[in-house]
């Protein structure tokens, strides 16, 4: 699975870089999307793909009887996750109040500290 | 002494309190601090003079071999008395020269931190250190030539001043690493007795031409003589000590005190002796076209510098003596004119010399000081100037390399200085009366103090030039000719030398006489003189401005996506060259994949493809709900429930978000050409491949044993959790998971302030022109 994954990786990355080289905002914010899920998928990926092997301590156990995958890239991805979206709203709200008070959705226009 | 040094540092910080309490005298009191140095300079004479090297050890930073031990043998002792001596009288003549100035506390701070940093240039020991107070003497030197900063000439000799001094700075502390390097050593006192491993060494040849871009910038030789005489925008007392006594002198103490180091070979002596001979005739003969009396001088020093420098190129025993001699001649005699000239200024008001005329009727003290003075500048008996002019053209009949030529050199800038001498002394002091801006009388004792001791000197040692054997034996020794006879005497019979200083007085005389259609001649020359080295320091200046201009306006042209692309081409360029040459492209990985698993990816691919093309935000929203689910669905397929879960949260919160937000904002535009969007498609699809290829070759590498092995063994044990990423996250790592909650909380924070303080922000904006721009219609087709 993991060589599709890193083709499918590169795709979305692809994506989320021709996304963010657009000139208007709000492809931006969609370039942004792309990126950190792109991120997170490739964190995810590399560290190994294992099937049906959830890292869970069977009840009544001490640890896993088998081979599980690897808990730490996932804890990582998680945060990841949660802190993604955190800067996605942060960023969409922005975006919502700069067209507000800018009124351009072009980001050329938006060059100059002093509009 | 160490500490006397960096007590003159705090003292020099002090300067403003002390101005407080004790007003005008403040000079006066600053004063004490060199004075008392040269007294104990003085006092440590006998260990100096038994040819004994004082070695002040004090450690600063062991780690990196950097000490603060100051070493004082004969060189750096002369040294350090000019700089002490000198500095005491510059300080005192100060004192009537910015009488009642709204800056004298300003320029008391800094010539006093200037003072220091000198002292610790020719202490030190350690080349670093040695390398620190040289720059601070470039930095110091800044702040003293800019002390009319109001004044833009002033500014930008200063400048000027800065850039090539430490632009040769840069040289010099290359050539210092490659010395260290060379020699094994930071330290000069070891590093003068491995003169035959340095001169036979490989780096040789580049660490000589580092040293001496170095010396040679700051001791003002030609192609770089140009900043010295444009810094006579400084202030009087400033051009007394720095221009003359001290810290173009530097230069010339780094190439005395390497001269045993590296001093010899066939490339130091042709380079210096060439170079400080050619120097010498552009000084005086550059001197020629000025009238101003501090350019004068200013000229006459660069001739001074060369001369110095050519004697330590030559470097036989007679040369070192000379050099010794010289140099203090030089210090005495253009310290005493420096400070006479500021006199003149003062006392007239004009710096002048055709507009003074007759004044030795009027100031009888200053031109009593001034003749002396000037008689040592031109070389005639019975001063010390002569003694080291008969000793400068003794030793150039001895030079190893093309002795005819610089015996021409050395004669013309002797018959020239003897001129500018003229023009300085008689132009002003003899001649008609001319009428001057100010009245002009005698100035008080304390002004003519300091100028008045050091034309006094000049005749002692001119007419007992035997009270120097022991300080010139000294020096000798310090450079590296310990057994070098000096027999100093004002008389040594008829013979070559003195032919050609009689020539030189009558051909200088000559000069004079003719000085004023000379000058005219020379203005027509003038374009040509304008040509010089200065010129190309103003087409570099202008280049490296147009330079930054064009860099700036293309690099930092402020669109982000420009930002975007040059940062990304460079990571690909870099990222994927190392890829390829350490790598090679061919990944070894076997693919085994489920139908449903490919059928999730592909899910992925479309969902991203889509958003990227579709023209209906809403559309747009969809698609990449669609890959986020499919992202969800992989984390579920590949064992990772708890990412499946957030995964499925965060897409479903960020769809209603996005649902919510974006329909207040702009439908989507074309915005680009579609040149623009081939070009970004390229740099998107290259960045896209190098990750692939990044990852594949993360893949096919060796894999190192997994981190989590230990988390995984005790998540149960210890964190009494079954859910091992669970553990990690609120026990393990929870240091992270408490910056993950920061952060959101930071987020939060700014959506609420954003949202929250609407009215607020758009005030004084015409609100109904900002509704007219916002969109109302919906875009759900």
């Given at each position: 699975m993991e060589p599709l994954m890193a083709i499918t990786i590169g795709i979305l990355f692809a994506a989320a870089i021709y996304m963010m080289l657009r000139r208007s905002i709000v492809k931006l914010v969609i370039g942004l999307i792309l990126l950190s899920n792109a991120a997170n998928l490739l964190i995810f990926a590399t560290a190994g793909m294992v099937r049906g092997a959830p890292p869970l301590v069977p009840k009544?156990?001490?640890?896993?009887?088998t081979a599980v995958a690897d808990p730490l890239p996932q804890a990582l991805v998680l945060t990841a996750i949660v802190i993604a979206f955190g800067v996605l709203s942060f960023a969409v709200v922005l975006v919502r109040r700069a067209w507000e008070i800018v009124g351009a959705d072009d980001l050329d226009q938006m060059k100059d500290t002093d509009t | 002494m160490q500490t006397a040094v960096l007590g003159g540092f705090v003292a020099a910080a002090m300067v403003p309190l002390l101005h407080r309490w004790f007003g005008s005298r403040t000079p006066l009191v600053m004063a004490l601090l060199p004075a008392s140095l040269a007294v104990w300079l003085i006092s440590q004479w006998p260990v100096i003079a038994s040819g004994d090297v004082l070695l002040l050890e004090q450690a600063w930073v062991p780690g990196l071999d950097i000490t603060l031990t100051f070493m004082i043998d004969g060189l750096a002792w002369l040294f350090a008395m000019l700089i002490t001596v000198i500095g005491a009288l510059v300080l005192v003549y100060s004192r009537e020269y910015l009488h009642g100035h709204r800056d004298l506390p300003r320029f008391l701070v800094v010539i006093t931190a200037f003072m220091m940093s000198m002292l610790g240039l020719v202490l030190a020991d350690n080349l670093v250190t040695l390398f620190v107070f040289w720059e601070l003497t470039s930095i110091t030197s800044y702040l003293l030539i800019g002390f009319n900063h109001t004044d833009s000439a002033a500014r930008k000799a200063a400048l000027q001043g800065l850039l090539v001094t430490v632009g040769g700075g840069l040289a010099l502390l290359a050539g210092f690493v490659l010395l260290a390097l060379a020699g094994?050593?930071?330290?000069l006192h070891e590093l003068v007795q491995r003169g035959d491993v340095l001169r036979g060494h490989d780096l040789y040849t580049p660490l000589l031409i580092c040293v001496l871009l170095g010396a040679f910038t700051k001791s003002a030789q030609f192609p770089f003589h140009f900043w010295l005489p444009n810094a006579m925008a400084a202030p009087t007392p400033v051009s007394a000590y720095l221009h003359s006594a001290t810290m173009v002198k530097a230069g010339v103490y780094l190439l005395a005190r390497l001269h045993p180091a590296l001093g010899g070979t066939d490339g130091w002596v042709i380079t210096l002796s060439l170079v400080g001979a050619v120097t010498m005739v552009t000084g005086a003969f550059l001197a020629m076209q000025h009238t101003n009396v501090k350019k004068l001088l200013a000229y006459s020093t660069v001739m001074g510098l060369g001369t110095l420098t050519m004697l330590l190129g030559i470097g036989t025993e007679k040369a070192l003596v000379a050099f010794a001699v010289f140099l203090l001649a030089h210090s005495l005699y253009k310290g005493a004119l420096f400070m006479v000239a500021g006199i003149l200024d003062h006392e007239t008001?004009?710096?002048?010399?055709?507009?003074?005329?007759?004044?030795r009727h009027l100031m009888p003290a200053t031109a009593i000081v001034a003749g002396v003075a000037g008689l040592s500048l031109a070389g005639l008996p019975p001063l010390l100037g002569f003694v080291g002019k008969e000793l400068m053209l003794t030793s150039v009949l001895e030079a190893p390399f093309w002795r005819l030529l610089i015996l021409l050199l050395a004669f013309t800038a002797a018959f020239l200085t003897l001129a500018v001498a003229a023009i300085i002394v008689l132009r002003p002091f003899f001649g008609q009366r001319q009428d001057t801006p100010q009245p002009p009388h005698d100035p008080s004792r304390v002004m003519l103090a300091g100028p008045g001791l050091l034309a006094a000197l000049s005749l002692l040692f001119g007419l007992v030039p035997g009270l120097l054997d022991p300080v010139v034996g000294a020096v000798v020794t310090g450079m590296g000719a310990p057994e070098a006879k000096v027999h100093l005497a004002l008389w040594h019979g008829f013979n070559l030398p003195l032919a050609l200083s009689f020539a030189s007085l009558v051909l200088g005389l000559t000069i004079y006489r003719l000085w004023d259609r000379l000058r005219a001649g020379l203005t027509r020359l003038a374009p040509l003189i304008r040509c010089g080295p200065e010129a190309g320091y103003d087409a570099l200046m202008a280049g490296l401005v147009i330079l930054a201009d064009g860099q700036t306006r293309f690099l930092q042209n402020g669109y982000i996506r420009n930002y975007l692309v040059m940062t990304l081409l460079v990571l690909v360029g870099l990222v994927g060259h190392a890829l390829f040459f350490r790598?090679?492209?061919?990944p070894d990985v076997t693919l085994s994949v489920y139908f449903h698993e490919a059928v999730t990816a592909g899910l992925m691919i479309a969902g991203a493809v889509a958003a990227c093309v579709m023209r209906s935000r809403l559309a747009a929203v969809a698609a990449l709900g669609v890959m986020g689910f499919s992202i969800a669905l992989t984390f579920v397929l590949f064992s990772a429930p708890d990412l499946a879960i957030t995964q499925l949260l965060v897409e479903t919160l960020t769809v209603i978000l996005l649902v919510l937000v974006l329909f207040r904002l702009p439908r989507f535009a074309t915005l680009s050409t579609p040149t623009e969007r081939l070009r970004d498609l390229v740099v998107a699809s290259l960045t896209g491949g190098l990750i692939t290829l990044l990852m594949l070759a993360v893949l096919s590498g060796e894999r190192l044993p997994r981190i989590s092995d230990y988390m995984v063994a005790n998540s149960q044990p210890l964190g009494h959790g079954h859910n091992i990423v669970n553990v990690i996250l609120v026990d393990f790592r929870a240091l992270d998971t408490l910056g993950e909650m920061f952060v959101l909380a930071l987020a939060a924070i700014g959506v609420f302030a954003m949202l929250r303080f609407h009215a607020a922000l758009g005030e004084g904006v015409d609100r109904d022109g900002r509704r007219n721009l916002a969109p109302t219609e919906d875009d759900h087709g």
């Amino acid at each position: 699975m993991e060589p599709l994954m890193a083709i499918t990786i590169g795709i979305l990355f692809a994506a989320a870089i021709y996304m963010m080289l657009r000139r208007s905002i709000v492809k931006l914010v969609i370039g942004l999307i792309l990126l950190s899920n792109a991120a997170n998928l490739l964190i995810f990926a590399t560290a190994g793909m294992v099937r049906g092997a959830p890292p869970l301590v069977p009840k009544g156990m001490t640890a896993p009887e088998t081979a599980v995958a690897d808990p730490l890239p996932q804890a990582l991805v998680l945060t990841a996750i949660v802190i993604a979206f955190g800067v996605l709203s942060f960023a969409v709200v922005l975006v919502r109040r700069a067209w507000e008070i800018v009124g351009a959705d072009d980001l050329d226009q938006m060059k100059d500290t002093d509009t | 002494m160490q500490t006397a040094v960096l007590g003159g540092f705090v003292a020099a910080a002090m300067v403003p309190l002390l101005h407080r309490w004790f007003g005008s005298r403040t000079p006066l009191v600053m004063a004490l601090l060199p004075a008392s140095l040269a007294v104990w300079l003085i006092s440590q004479w006998p260990v100096i003079a038994s040819g004994d090297v004082l070695l002040l050890e004090q450690a600063w930073v062991p780690g990196l071999d950097i000490t603060l031990t100051f070493m004082i043998d004969g060189l750096a002792w002369l040294f350090a008395m000019l700089i002490t001596v000198i500095g005491a009288l510059v300080l005192v003549y100060s004192r009537e020269y910015l009488h009642g100035h709204r800056d004298l506390p300003r320029f008391l701070v800094v010539i006093t931190a200037f003072m220091m940093s000198m002292l610790g240039l020719v202490l030190a020991d350690n080349l670093v250190t040695l390398f620190v107070f040289w720059e601070l003497t470039s930095i110091t030197s800044y702040l003293l030539i800019g002390f009319n900063h109001t004044d833009s000439a002033a500014r930008k000799a200063a400048l000027q001043g800065l850039l090539v001094t430490v632009g040769g700075g840069l040289a010099l502390l290359a050539g210092f690493v490659l010395l260290a390097l060379a020699g094994d050593s930071w330290s000069l006192h070891e590093l003068v007795q491995r003169g035959d491993v340095l001169r036979g060494h490989d780096l040789y040849t580049p660490l000589l031409i580092c040293v001496l871009l170095g010396a040679f910038t700051k001791s003002a030789q030609f192609p770089f003589h140009f900043w010295l005489p444009n810094a006579m925008a400084a202030p009087t007392p400033v051009s007394a000590y720095l221009h003359s006594a001290t810290m173009v002198k530097a230069g010339v103490y780094l190439l005395a005190r390497l001269h045993p180091a590296l001093g010899g070979t066939d490339g130091w002596v042709i380079t210096l002796s060439l170079v400080g001979a050619v120097t010498m005739v552009t000084g005086a003969f550059l001197a020629m076209q000025h009238t101003n009396v501090k350019k004068l001088l200013a000229y006459s020093t660069v001739m001074g510098l060369g001369t110095l420098t050519m004697l330590l190129g030559i470097g036989t025993e007679k040369a070192l003596v000379a050099f010794a001699v010289f140099l203090l001649a030089h210090s005495l005699y253009k310290g005493a004119l420096f400070m006479v000239a500021g006199i003149l200024d003062h006392e007239t008001g004009t710096k002048d010399v055709t507009a003074m005329g007759g004044l030795r009727h009027l100031m009888p003290a200053t031109a009593i000081v001034a003749g002396v003075a000037g008689l040592s500048l031109a070389g005639l008996p019975p001063l010390l100037g002569f003694v080291g002019k008969e000793l400068m053209l003794t030793s150039v009949l001895e030079a190893p390399f093309w002795r005819l030529l610089i015996l021409l050199l050395a004669f013309t800038a002797a018959f020239l200085t003897l001129a500018v001498a003229a023009i300085i002394v008689l132009r002003p002091f003899f001649g008609q009366r001319q009428d001057t801006p100010q009245p002009p009388h005698d100035p008080s004792r304390v002004m003519l103090a300091g100028p008045g001791l050091l034309a006094a000197l000049s005749l002692l040692f001119g007419l007992v030039p035997g009270l120097l054997d022991p300080v010139v034996g000294a020096v000798v020794t310090g450079m590296g000719a310990p057994e070098a006879k000096v027999h100093l005497a004002l008389w040594h019979g008829f013979n070559l030398p003195l032919a050609l200083s009689f020539a030189s007085l009558v051909l200088g005389l000559t000069i004079y006489r003719l000085w004023d259609r000379l000058r005219a001649g020379l203005t027509r020359l003038a374009p040509l003189i304008r040509c010089g080295p200065e010129a190309g320091y103003d087409a570099l200046m202008a280049g490296l401005v147009i330079l930054a201009d064009g860099q700036t306006r293309f690099l930092q042209n402020g669109y982000i996506r420009n930002y975007l692309v040059m940062t990304l081409l460079v990571l690909v360029g870099l990222v994927g060259h190392a890829l390829f040459f350490r790598h090679g492209l061919a990944p070894d990985v076997t693919l085994s994949v489920y139908f449903h698993e490919a059928v999730t990816a592909g899910l992925m691919i479309a969902g991203a493809v889509a958003a990227c093309v579709m023209r209906s935000r809403l559309a747009a929203v969809a698609a990449l709900g669609v890959m986020g689910f499919s992202i969800a669905l992989t984390f579920v397929l590949f064992s990772a429930p708890d990412l499946a879960i957030t995964q499925l949260l965060v897409e479903t919160l960020t769809v209603i978000l996005l649902v919510l937000v974006l329909f207040r904002l702009p439908r989507f535009a074309t915005l680009s050409t579609p040149t623009e969007r081939l070009r970004d498609l390229v740099v998107a699809s290259l960045t896209g491949g190098l990750i692939t290829l990044l990852m594949l070759a993360v893949l096919s590498g060796e894999r190192l044993p997994r981190i989590s092995d230990y988390m995984v063994a005790n998540s149960q044990p210890l964190g009494h959790g079954h859910n091992i990423v669970n553990v990690i996250l609120v026990d393990f790592r929870a240091l992270d998971t408490l910056g993950e909650m920061f952060v959101l909380a930071l987020a939060a924070i700014g959506v609420f302030a954003m949202l929250r303080f609407h009215a607020a922000l758009g005030e004084g904006v015409d609100r109904d022109g900002r509704r007219n721009l916002a969109p109302t219609e919906d875009d759900h087709g």
